[in-house]
């Protein structure tokens, strides 16, 4: 759109805009923002950056924390949500040094970057493309308090079963689990995802389909296009800030928190999946398992194997593992099969075309810094290919049954995925130089994320719940 400032000011002249908005990622995935006035724009913003704090971001220490915001042009769109008229762009973090600028190596943007010219150095692929599906829940209220002498949270949305008794209730609740593509009057949210669905699609994110989901209180899902990895990670940021902003501007809000509701349908993020060089699909093979190629299966082999390593990245919280439980159509077991959505690997039987055939990992969740979980699952697959792992002769498959439905002896004989956030940093403990391949995720990072992930995890831990009041207070 834009290939220079004189570009970007010529812009905001002939369209009244007022304000700059520059973008940044903190290392749990959070946008931070500052603005400028549009006069301020000049060359030098795009050559020196904008100066920032990186300690207030969870990447740098106090004393070695002054970085610089360097905005990608080709990202600028205007801020729909913004009562002056502002034009927004994510960009790129560096470090000062002594002759120039470098890129940070632990900014989430430059790992995605880093991993993507990886894959092009070992020549299995040119592009990695990703395509997710974002489920989320959208309530007429949520608050929640946590104080010494208080713990509590509540949601309530009209749609709820719960509601049904509500005397100025219309009597068109959805039922408990009810809530797979119901129609309207149940689906009281549809021309709410409508909105979001034409806001993405003005702002470059394609958009395949939408739909209520599972779960009745008022889960969605949204359905995005193919793109390439860090383009997809960008636009996974952008997507979740449109779906929460017009929430609220409708008086509503949404919460991609993958377990908000017990009893309920968890929200998940699949994350499909598939490779092209110089214009050829790499994981097509006419004559393989469910048309796969030989380095597919090493793709999926590899992330079977560091699976639990993922985790670390693509289920980074404590609300993770209440969703990653059985009965509740996510996965709990290590394994790949065709059309099996009771598989952390499916490979989707309708996606016969060579450019189509890929396959979908359906453990991550939205909680994620979408930049690591992406550069993670790529890093897997590319160790799988290198390594050539077969996921066969790992015994992770193919599973072609119902692996809800295992005895528990059954159940013993097949891997599992971790079962709390503590058991997947552990495995990434053990096991991440698959990650530092190529200089892509830096050890410091993974000991960062490490370190920060387990201070939750204390405060999880130490918190009483009303649940051990309800299962405890009177022994």
Known sequence: MFTNAEDVKKFALENDIKMIDFRMVDINGRWHHLTIPVERFSEDTMT?????DGSNYGFA???????????????????????????????????????????????????????????KETGVADTFLLGPEFEFYVFDEAGYENKPQVSSFHVDGAEAFWNSGDYESKGFQTPHQGGYHIAPPQDIQYDYRSRVTMEMQKQGIEVRYHHHEVGGPGQMEIEVEFDSMTNMADKTMLAKYIIKNEAVKEGKTATFMPKPLYGEAGSGMHVHMLMFKDGKPVFYDENGYSGLSQTAMYFIGGVLRHVAAICAFSNPSTNSYKRLLPGFEAPVTVGFATANRSSVIRIPAYAKAPDKKRFELRNPDATCNPYYCYAAILMAGLDGIKNKIDPVADGNGPYDFNLFDLSEQDKKKIK??????????????????????????????????????????????AMPTPMEYQMYYDL
């Open 48 to 52: 020196a950056g904008i100066g920032f």
């Open 61 to 119: 220490p106090v004393e070695k924390s002054d970085m610089v915001f360097i905005p990608d042009l080709k990202s600028a769109e205007i801020d729909p949500f913004c009562e002056i008229k502002t034009l927004a762009m994510i960009g790129d973090v560096r470090v000062i040094g002594k002759d120039a600028n470098t890129p940070f190596n632990q900014e989430p943007r430059n790992v995605t970057k880093r991993a993507e010219e990886y894959m």
């Open 416 to 461: 599992g995925l971790p079962k709390s956030l503590g058991s997947a940093l552990k495995a990434l403990e053990k096991d991440h130089e698959f990650l530092m391949e190529g200089g892509v995720f830096p050890k410091e990072l993974i000991d960062l994320w490490i370190k920060n992930k387990r201070e939750d995890l204390k405060m999880h831990v």
